[in-house]
């Protein structure tokens, strides 16, 4: 009942965002990379995730925009076997759209698929080997601190990955061309 209420919720933000930024268009238009670092937790009993890294880029026009990235999640310590790990890589392609509430703080919501890559490791032999495209989605708070660059507060949550799902907290660093 949580996830359900939480996928709904997620899903009318980004059409919130979206058609307020139809009406109120973010005159910051063009190519812009970033990188981001946080934690990743999974909805999988037992696994502790480090850390989480991702890279990204995408095309922003008019305050809507898409994107590609890449996430690693490092690898998910088994908390029962001292050396099993599942290592995650996930890949993303999403529609993104922001809204600026002034010229400096924006809101932004994601939609997208992403490929993810999941290796499960006993004893330093890997006993399976998993991949899938799912949805994903998420939100970005952040600050404009220049024409060019910006810092923000990203949530991102992958489907069903491996059997769980991951929700990833990064806070990012993102340049614009």
């Known amino acids: 009942m949580h996830q359900h209420f939480f996928r709904v919720t997620v899903i009318i933000l980004v059409a919130v965002i979206s058609f307020a930024s139809l009406?109120?268009?973010?005159?910051?238009?063009?190519?812009?990379?970033?990188?981001g670092l946080g934690k990743a937790s999974s909805t999988m009993r037992g696994y502790r995730i480090p850390n989480a890294?991702?890279?990204?880029?995408?095309y922003a026009w008019d305050g809507l925009g898409a994107e590609i990235g890449f996430s690693d999640m490092d690898r998910f310590k088994v908390r029962a076997a001292k050396e099993s790990y599942m290592d995650v890589k996930i890949?993303?392609?999403?529609?993104?759209?922001?809204?600026?509430f002034n010229s400096m703080l924006f809101l932004e919501g994601e939609l997208g698929l992403a490929r993810w890559d999941a290796r499960a490791v006993l004893i330093h032999q890997q006993i399976g080997r998993e991949h899938d495209l799912k949805p994903m989605w998420g939100t970005e708070a952040g600050l404009q601190l220049a024409k060019h660059v910006s810092?923000?507060?990203?949530?991102?949550?992958?489907a069903k990955v491996a059997g769980t799902s991951i929700n990833v907290e990064l806070v990012n660093f993102r340049y614009g061309f």
């Open 151 to 158: 810092v923000g507060l990203r949530w991102q949550h992958y």
């Open 23 to 35: 009406a109120h268009g973010d005159e910051r238009s063009g190519f812009y990379a970033g990188a």
């Open 91 to 100: 890949w993303h392609a999403a529609l993104r759209a922001r809204y600026t």
């Open 53 to 58: 890294v991702d890279i990204y880029g995408g």
